[in-house]
């Protein structure tokens, strides 16, 4: 079975310009999540999914954070323009159901310079 | 809100010592609890889970972690440890209460196994 995939791995840009990131869940997965994981720090979740609709997005700063998961199943989170304490490895995961264990991709790695 | 605390960042140990590394919660209702691992340039994987039913619950690779109640507490305990076990080790929290919507991470602590 296929796991999470996330792209890109790595990506360095500097402060105020925009970058995407792209994660495609496990097949049947109903339910995806973004967190972003600062250096030394525990993944913070920024927004939760639950087929295209949003379930929690209390800690996704709007101002220039947004994502979105057309069709229930690839989902993108953008960030525009970035800040310098942006940088930080950003993690989708999905899982069967609400409560059920948590599949994670390898994450993609932002540099903001 | 719910939080999640492991009290220690680093725990360096020696190989085939035992190891405990804590976690504890705030949330006083019922919980799902979460052990993650996370390897060297690797993504989170699970390591193991409370539910329901026992309180103690056992990895595949020879963790076990303990439910307990009264002391909102589930730490992970290995009673030899490998150089393979050198990972960082994430605690998460489910609250029921909120239909275990929400993920919940500690902080992380990082094992490093000396030989």
């Known amino acids: 079975e296929a796991g999470v995939a996330q792209s890109p791995r790595y990506k360095i840009i500097e402060k105020r310009q925009s970058v995407a990131f792209w994660c495609n869940p496990i097949?049947?997965?109903?339910?995806l999540y973004w967190y972003q994981q600062i250096l030394g720090q525990g993944p913070k979740l920024l927004i939760q999914?639950?087929?295209?609709?949003?379930?929690?997005d209390s800690q996704l700063p709007k101002d220039r954070f947004s994502a979105e998961r057309l069709k229930g199943v690839d989902s993108t989170l953008k960030i525009q323009p970035a800040k310098l304490e942006d940088s930080a490895v950003y993690l989708c995961a999905s899982s069967p159901g609400l409560g059920r264990e948590l599949f994670f991709g390898e994450g993609s790695r932002l540099t903001v310079l | 809100a719910q939080s999640v605390t492991q009290l220690d960042s680093q725990v360096p140990v020696f190989e085939e010592a035992p190891v405990e590394l804590r976690c504890n919660y705030s949330?006083?209702?019922?919980?799902?609890l979460f052990w993650y691992v996370q390897y060297p340039n690797q993504g989170l994987q699970l390591l193991l889970k409370y539910l329901s039913g026992s309180t103690l619950v056992e990895s595949i690779n020879g963790f076990e972690a303990e439910f307990n109640k009264s002391q909102t507490s589930f730490h992970l305990r290995k009673p030899s440890v490998h150089i393979s076990d050198t990972a960082e080790y994430f605690c998460?929290?489910?609250?029921?209460?909120?239909?275990?919507?929400?993920?919940?991470f500690g902080q992380g602590t990082r094992l490093t196994i000396n030989p």
């Open positions: 097949s049947g997965h109903a339910t």
């Open positions: 949330s006083s209702v019922s919980v799902y």
């Open positions: 998460a929290v489910s609250d029921l209460a909120q239909g275990a919507q929400k993920l919940v």
């Open positions: 999914f639950q087929n295209n609709g949003v379930v929690d």
